[in-house]
């Protein structure tokens, strides 16, 4: 089904005076603030899907052009067929390369000015901080790869997205939807809107702030078509309305067009971002453009209205990622790689009224981005894509970030933290706080990294291993706040594949935290079986040892062992609840998570939920 007419409204936001942030600058220091901006109409045309685009001109860098479209309204449980995806394809295969229109870019990794060499990168302890709890095996092969998974998690669902899928599932596992996303579904879940044959680089988050779904996915139709298509729940239950958004992103400059590529996807309370990169897609121009910042105002999403979003160029970038905020944020952060001893953190300053955008380099102990193989079982080798940096989460002044590097010809996944502090509004530009490697020793191969927080400040990472004596498998990792720095413990199996994987297999996996107690993670990577890919999804808690838990609560289990005397010990630590009652719930779920004891009362059986988050000691 193609698409109604949309109405375009384009309006250029020119920032007065522009700004030049490639000039020279020392290390570190933040990139010029953009001055003040003034609206100029530049006209309105419509659009009918299949013809040549109204492209959207960003020609002048830093200058903002606002797009205004007409929602749709989709009704996911009126598909006459709720679940239509089959357990694995069964049929030919084809790679979402094929399908693009050729492009390319300069992927050369800089040399850094300096490199922190003296900053140490810290090492996995041996130390078990994770405990994976409910998992479940979620889309399997469709006709394309790599997959790209990524994951949302609410308060009750699970949605999971793939190249060209959508499911939804409770927690336990139970699919309750699933389409293609493109137009070969009855309908596919875009296809109401005008998707067609070709939808690509799928991803989906849950916004804690308006308790909503979020899924975005990419279409491209050489020579004239790209879109940029969103949809949002408009509950916290993604079955049921869905208020749908194709958004033009053919891209003019000059006399070029161009298209949009590997997108980043975040959020904050006030709007969602997407990033891509902008290949060129008719006419004389450089093969590559940089990037696309889109900035769309949140509230007329949440309602089915009528959705404005503001797109801003920037040539000196490429393949940023957007993060996904926790906390009151200053601006909305997004990062890149700069070089070989730097990432460059942006900031976009009221970013759906009047973007501002500015950036700083933080220096980091240098890496090698050039390409790497992950050998594994049966032979094959799996492509790791070092460099690119998988996701990207801020909380309270921490921006968390990971990638790939080339370790002596091993892929070995990198993770850091910046501290942004109050930056860009005062203070000085972000710091890298601390670093580390997930390495798994000789002959192994760790990549795909994804890095969440939680509230009460453990990390959680979730990432691909393999070696050439065993299949990719999908681990995890996690670290307690007051771990020593850099360092993250022992990696955990979550699954395992069965047959050997090849090439563009998996691409990244994803990671996301439960609403419900904003301590609880949720992965999502996959393995190889004999019938395909197939994605997998699983909680997991991060747990700490006698010795963390006597730091903190008292010296309980003096002898090492936890008995029903610590219980006792335990209450007498525990203050009252609201209205006088002792013995409150509450003040442990602050530190150590939310147990199972929603009556706010403290009894032996949340001093054994409690026991199942204990470790072992060193």
Request: with cysteine; glycine share 12%; charged share 15%.
């Amino acid at each position: 089904m193609r698409m109604n007419p949309i109405l375009l409204t384009a309006i250029a936001i020119t920032l007065l005076g522009g700004c030049n942030a490639s000039s020279s600058r020392h290390a570190g220091a933040p990139g010029p603030l953009a001055p003040a901006v003034a609206a100029l109409p530049v006209g309105i045309g419509s659009q009918q899907a299949g013809e040549p685009m109204d492209a959207i001109d960003l020609s002048s860098e830093n200058v903002a052009v606002a797009t205004t479209v007409e929602p749709t309204v989709i009704d996911t449980s009126a598909f006459p067929v709720q679940r239509q995806l089959p357990a694995f394809h069964d049929g030919p295969t084809d790679f979402i390369k094929n399908m693009l229109p050729e492009h390319a870019r300069d992927k050369t990794m800089p040399t850094g000015p300096m490199a922190l060499e003296a900053f140490e990168v810290g090492e996995l302890t041996s130390i078990e901080r994770t405990r994976p709890g409910s998992q479940f095996p979620t889309i399997g092969s469709t006709p394309w790869q790599p997959p790209d998974p990524s994951l949302a998690v609410g308060p009750d669902h699970v949605v999971v997205t793939v190249n060209m899928a959508v499911a939804f599932y409770t927690k336990a596992g139970v699919e309750q939807f699933s389409a293609p996303l493109n137009d070969t579904g009855n309908p596919g879940f875009f296809e109401d809107i005008g998707a067609g044959g070709f939808t690509f680089d799928p991803k989906c988050f849950y916004d804690h702030h308006a308790q909503r779904f979020f899924i975005l996915a990419l279409e491209v139709y050489s020579p004239t078509e790209s879109w940029i298509t969103i949809a949002i729940s408009d509950d916290a239950d993604p079955n049921g309305i869905w208020h749908k958004y194709r958004t033009p992103s053919v891209v003019s400059v000059g006399n070029s067009t161009y298209w949009v590529d590997y997108p980043g996807l975040g959020f904050d309370a006030d709007g969602v971002y997407t990033t891509g990169n902008l290949f060129l897609l008719g006419g004389p121009g450089s093969g590559f453009a940089g990037a696309l910042f889109r900035m769309f105002d949140k509230a007329p999403l949440l309602t089915g209205s009528p959705a404005t979003f503001l797109d801003i160029r920037r040539g000196d970038a490429a393949s940023v990622q957007a993060a996904q905020h926790f906390g009151d944020n200053p601006a909305a952060y997004f990062v890149s790689v700069q070089n070989s001893s730097q990432m460059r953190v942006w900031s976009v300053r009221t970013p759906t009224t009047s973007p501002n955008i500015t950036f700083a380099d933080v220096d980091i102990p240098s890496f090698n981005g050039s390409n790497v193989e992950a050998p594994n079982s049966g032979g094959e080798f799996v492509s790791t894509l070092p460099g690119r940096i998988m996701n990207a989460a801020w909380r309270d002044s921490s921006l968390l970030l990971a990638h790939t590097t080339n370790t002596g010809g091993r892929a070995v996944a990198r993770w850091y933290e910046f501290d942004t502090r109050s930056w860009p509004t005062s203070g000085p530009a972000p710091s890298l706080s601390q670093s580390g490697s997930i390495d798994a020793g000789p002959g192994e191969h760790t990549f795909f990294p994804a890095i969440y927080s939680n509230a009460v400040g453990d990390t959680a990472m979730v990432v691909a291993r393999s070696s050439a004596g065993r299949f990719v498998s999908m681990e995890a990792t996690a670290r307690k706040a007051d771990d020593a720095p850099g360092t993250m413990g022992a990696v955990q199996q979550i699954t395992i594949g069965d047959a050997t994987a090849s090439g563009r297999w998996g691409d990244y996996f994803d990671i996301a935290i439960d609403p419900n107690d904003d301590t609880t993670f949720w992965l999502i990577g996959e393995r190889q079986t004999g019938s395909g890919w197939q994605t997998w999804v699983s909680s997991l808690v991060t747990v700490f040892c006698i010795g963390d838990f006597a730091d903190d609560l008292g010296n309980l289990g003096p002898d090492g062992q936890v008995s029903f005397g610590d219980f006792l010990a335990l209450l007498g630590l525990i203050g009252p609840c609201p209205g006088g009652i002792p013995g409150c719930l509450g003040d442990i779920a602050d530190d150590f998570g939310t147990l199972n004891g929603g009556d706010g009362m403290v009894s032996f059986g949340d001093f054994l939920a409690l026991l199942g988050l204990i470790g072992p000691c060193p």
